[in-house]
């Protein structure tokens, strides 16, 4: 099973920041690109996904340092339980706020709702129902609840879809196209019984979205069955940086490719062609996590910023620095190691 790199996974922006509605086509799901009021990210509190004290203490530590780093760029938010302030505190720096709402584990993107904007700038938190990636970790009850305890703290609409999903498995250009795997959302450990035209029409109602792509993904090989933020990311519209993958043969480089094939022929919610930029992925990391996916699209844009991850092979992380300088000028370039 591969695992994912820290970066976009833990962070989630608001971008603009119980009431029961439910969405509908006056909302829209902004692009990562468009300026953000802050970033939210979540506190790792339970510690039994890790193999060890030693581990867990690991990955709070490199939590702290990127939510330090993303803070020098716009404000962050960090959720964590009062009893864990002292220890988020030590790790993240006086930078970083801290709010009482409790969390199990820090992949805040993918248990944490998905913020909208309707035409008039008002913001709503839209709740996907997560269910510990397809009900693989059933253990995260207060993950499985974040959304919506976020939104009361915040004083959001409160939006519910039918559809259970996560916030990574989502690419939005902000014009009205939404891009998505089946691997992952029409898989049934999600959304059981739903056919692709139905989910299609949910997508669009929920996110105002005008246009879904769907693109294969890979199923049952990682924790997220083919989040597409591992696969390719919107740069802006029109434009898709895709990942590549180090055995063309295998699955995923198989995905991949016909991710690509049908981003050739097809066109976004406004008609554009799509230019696709490719991207290498690393070879085997400094550590020798075979179970790392070692994809660059795994980027988070901040205010002023884009962050990548850097795995060690140290050829790959300095070609992705400079692609992503390329194609984010107006944006410091942050590599952090994962």
Known sequence: MHRRPLLKYSAWSLLGASTGLTAGNNWRLPAEHEPHACTWMSWLQDTRNYDSVTEANAARAALGRLAAAIARF????????????????????????????ASDDMWMRD?????????????????????????RQRWRQQDEVVAGSLAAQLGLPHLRTPLTGEGGGLESDGEGTLLLTESCWLHDNRNPGMDKSTMTAELKRAFGAEKVIWLPGVANQDITDGHIDGALRVVRPGVIMTSGYPDDDSDWGLALAASRAILARETDARGRNFTLLDIPCATEPANEDRELFTSYANFYLANGAVFTPRFGDARADALAQRLLGDLFPQRRVVSLSV
Do not use: K, T, Y
């Open 111 to 135: 248990s944490g709702p998905v913020f909208l904007r309707a035409d008039d700038g008002r913001l709503a938190a839209l709740d996907l129902n997560f269910n510990g990636w397809g009900e």
């Open 74 to 101: 716009e404000p962050v938010r960090m959720l964590a339980h009062p009893d864990e302030h002292a220890a988020a505190r030590a790790a993240c720096g006086p930078q970083v706020e801290l709010v009482p709402i």
